[in-house]
């Protein structure tokens, strides 16, 4: 059993930036691929961005060069740098794991998720 908490989200402006954490309890961080989801009011649950057990990455396009995963397994935490934030990044962000280390896209591959953290992006 894994329990995830993010943490980091907040209002900022336009342009601006965050730095998401999200923190893992629990045994097999390590082998575990983790995504970032986010979900805005009325829309679905979409993909932002995964990182294998290997540190391998996957972006979805609407954040790609502006957003970066990473993760440290000495702390079960994986980190989502968000930069040149836009009003359209406004949503409820969600860390989730799977095991097994298979990177998918799909939310629905995932096992564990997190409460969620909002980040609102004034314009």
């Known amino acids: 059993q894994v329990q995830l908490a993010e943490s980091g989200g907040g209002l900022v402006q336009a342009g601006g930036s965050l730095r998401l954490s999200c923190a893992a309890s629990g045994r097999g961080f390590s082998a575990y691929a983790m995504g970032w989801f986010r979900q805005a009011p009325r829309k679905e649950r979409e993909f932002v961005a995964v990182i294998r057990p290997s540190g391998s990455t996957v972006y979805a396009d609407s954040v790609k060069g502006r957003f970066t995963i990473s993760r440290d397994n000495a702390k079960n935490t994986v980190y989502l740098q968000m930069l040149t934030l836009k009003p359209e990044d406004t949503a409820v962000y969600y860390c989730?794991?799977?095991?097994?280390?298979?990177?998918?896209?799909?939310?629905?591959?995932?096992?564990?998720w997190g409460q969620g953290t909002q980040v609102t992006v004034s314009s």
């Open positions: 989730a794991a799977r095991p097994g280390g298979y990177a998918s896209l799909r939310y629905e591959d995932y096992t564990y």
